[in-house]
């Protein structure tokens, strides 16, 4: 290979098609035949993709094909909720399943490449990308990334409906300061390693391919020049051997990070620092051929990409059967299919989370004479898909008033008014909600943010609805009917004013295609709630950024003590706390029972407890374990969740769900960075939310230094064919 020709391997161009950033290089035919592209962002279909492959691969020197990338990251053509909304399952069976589907859809498109999941974590509802991850919490967090990336990759290596996942974004995005998108992230290595590391380290185990360097600085250092984090913890600390992948022209934004003066400076530096593919700069191609002929170090890293570009696309068979993923009548079968959107609609029920229920308002008969439906939310297909939804359709997704209108029965007279929408603060359509509400016996308000207002460069500095929205609660809470709120939204909102007036709310995220069948589902008492928050809802932005994993500090607050950790104006706990979320009937939890109340660092500790379902529905609860550690040489959160499981219980009914929790949970990083297990007591804490209450105690009886890193998968779902 020439240079040149290697250089080529590690320039992605973009397709013209999809811009998330300054306007990309675009590939051409000809840029092809010359071999300066080694992947294309954003191109896809069997056709499109057939036909540029066969440019690469019978009118180039080399005949090497190309590999397509895009962002499929709820779904490509069938949409499934939101990353986020899919979280609050805490069903991660079923996000594998999601992922797995998606990936079916997207590879016969002709797409190789899937830049997803993105397990970045987040605790500051301001940042728009909060929507894309998996919230708040590390062991969540590493759950759903192997989920995901299981999903997306298959279990059969080499078969044409396998992708090459990205962990994105490394590392620390989510901890932007004043969750302004693409802004500084400063925080220490104790918390970069406790926190933000663990969901990539568990993509990295579970075999992800790929991963996708951050736009932000990391405390003083940008990512896209991080030769610390890229080189020596991600390949040498973690054994990591896949592709690194630049963002959006993160390259080149080294200039504006200001640690690079010219574009050659920075190829250089993010070459040097391990970065394997340039997305869309086209910085590679101009600059590091003559860099690399002044400086063998470059060509050595140079020669190091392209070979795992190589290895990368001789693991999809690329190099036997080029045209393996461009197959049209594949592409016909396998899209929008009836099984891949009776799963949408599974995954939207199971994303549903209950907030409020005040007087068991839901759910709703469904031979009501009369249901008002009110909110321009309630109407938009486009926002019910949410954000980065691929090739997903708008008029092939299932709106909340249609999902309703499907539902009721035929006598049901369904009265729907716009009333206010997210994006303006005009009222006018306040009288023709109020009279279709005083005209019903019930009201369902739908309410929140369009599919706009979350996902990239959408951070929001308040978080109450937007628009007229508010007032419009108000009004319909005035009219004194049995009022539901619907959320279609992408982040934590501030509800107390929602939550006032509103006996009823329903967090239904951007629940995807299906969004209307499956919030109809719920609200009508078809399928059970049971989703669970996977990020905490704040009753002021003030308050954030948060987490239920919160250090105590030394003056933990009190409302006795004026001089401890708290606001005069708000209360400092959340308005809704991480893992809550109500079901239509009621459990209840024993105090959970331990194996032991003594055991030696190496030993494993089982926890028991056992559930009651003590309402008259059937229901699913998620059960949560915590753990805090009681005394260390090192401050520790409150609690941190080391497990959970889902149990289905028929009225009346009780189940024992046992944990086992072993080294890796009792392990903390000592001043060296390495593991270390410390003698003394660790409290258990179990119950259906992270405010549980039923505990236990147990004692550590030595400590003792770990060698190596452990393993940042949770227990339950390690061996590879886990089925959990
Ligand atoms: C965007 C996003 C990244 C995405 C990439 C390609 O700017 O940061 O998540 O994968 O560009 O679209």
Known sequence: MTLEEKVGQLTQMGGGTQATGPQAATGTEEDIRRGHIGSFLGVWGAETTRRLQRIAVEETRLHIPLLFASDVIHGFRTIFPVPLAEAASWDVALAERCARVAALEATAHGLHWDYAPMVDIARDARWGRVVEGAGEDPFLGSAFAVARVRGLQGHTPGSADAMIATAKHFVAYGAAEAGRDYNTADISERTLREVYLPPFRAAVEAGAGSIMAAFN??????????????????????????????????????????VAATPADAAREALSAGIDVDMVSGLYLRELPALARRDPRLSRAIDDAVRRVLQAKQSLGLFDDPYRYSDVAREAARTSTPEARALSREAARESLVLLENRGQILPLPKGLATLAVIGALADDTRSVLGNWAAVGRPQEAVSILAGIRAAVSPKTRVLYARGASARSDDTSGFAEAESAARSADAIIAVVGETEDMSGEARSRARLELPGAQQGLIERLAAIQKPLVVILLNGRPLVLSGVVARAPAVLEAWYPGSEGGNAVADVVFGDHDPSGKLPISFPRAVGQLPMSYAHKPTGRPPSDSESYTSKYLDVAVTPLYVFGHGLGYTRFEYDTPRLSATRIDPEGELRVQVTVHNTGQRAGDEVVQLYLRDDVASFTRPVRSLRGFARVSLAPGSAEEVTFTLDRDDFALLDADDKRVIEAGTFTVFVGGSSSAERSAQFEVTRGERLTGRGSAVPRFMRSASARW
């Open 217 to 258: 600085e990391l405390a003083g250092v940008p990512m896209h020049a991080n030769r610390r984090l890229l080189r020596d913890v991600l390949r040498d600390e973690w054994g990591f051997r896949g592709v690194v992948v630049s963002d959006y022209a993160g390259i080149e934004q080294l200039m504006a990070h200001g």
